[in-house]
């Protein structure tokens, strides 16, 4: 059995840092220091504290008035994930759908304006871009993009498209910020989120929602497929079913946890 620790053992100040990094990571655009010292329950003066401590290691970048996460500590996520990763029970779902769609199958979450991969299943086509766990591609032109974006309300959706550095990767890529915040309504109203082409030429993706228990998208599960393959209709006939299906049995481990 785990020891329990004892009060003369517990380290107040490291948990009240580790609070303060939870709630920085569920809000990718940052918060001001009022903002955080209100969710974590701290005085100005403590928050400021760990705020600067997180920033002097480089866990934490500020900018103006607001504090954010930086990307160092996904070099902790990744050795974690490199070792045992709580995506290994999802790789036999994807790999299904994978299989039975003849194309790549992927895992991600949020972070910063990014997604990153967390788990994925190759499949035999050529990307442009090589993608594997710990892979970083921006949130506004990818379906895991947009369908965790779903679950930001209209003013941290807003904040968070404010923040991102927008560009065109392809002709096809929407860049106009109210326009992708539409495309993200309706993936919230849909349930998924297809992206024709705005990566990558000749690329399609379609993702659906993984949710925790309380309800929350978690994270986010997808296929991508060449263009040449499946068209918008089929995507939406042929592949989102599967997904689907796939997304239901993944929720249900993060149901009995």
Request: with cysteine; charged share 20%.
């Amino acid at each position: 059995m785990p020891e329990v620790p004892s009060m003369r053992d517990h380290v107040g100040s490291l948990e009240k840092g580790l609070g303060v990094i939870e709630i920085l990571a569920t809000h990718p655009a940052g918060l001001t220091l009022t903002e955080t010292a209100e969710r974590a329950g701290l005085t100005r003066a403590g928050a400021r504290r760990l705020l600067l401590t997180l920033v002097a290691a480089g866990y934490a970048g500020q900018n103006g008035r607001v504090f954010a996460l930086t990307p160092k500590l996904l070099s902790l996520s990744r050795m974690w994930l490199e070792g045992t990763s709580l995506w290994s029970f999802a790789e036999p779902f994807m790999r299904a759908v994978a299989t039975e769609m003849n194309e790549s199958c992927s895992a991600a979450v949020l972070s910063g304006h990014d997604v990153v991969y967390v788990a994925r299943i190759p499949g035999a086509r050529i990307m442009r871009v090589a993608l594997q766990v710990g892979t970083r591609l921006p949130a506004y032109c990818t379906s895991m993009g947009r369908v965790l974006m779903s679950g930001m309300t209209q003013e941290q959706l807003a904040d968070f498209l404010g923040g991102a550095v927008i560009e065109p990767n392809t002709p096809k890529t929407i860049t106009d910020r109210h326009e992708i915040a539409r495309k993200v309504r309706q993936a919230a109203e849909q349930g998924f989120a297809l992206v024709d082409e705005e990566l990558e030429i000749g690329l399609r993706s379609i993702a659906v929602p993984i949710r925790d228990r309380q309800g929350a998208i978690a994270a986010a599960i997808n296929v991508s497929a060449q263009s040449a393959r499946f068209s918008v209709a089929e995507m939406e006939t042929a592949v989102l079913p599967p997904l689907k299906r796939a997304a239901e049995k993944i929720e249900g481990f993060f149901t009995v946890q």
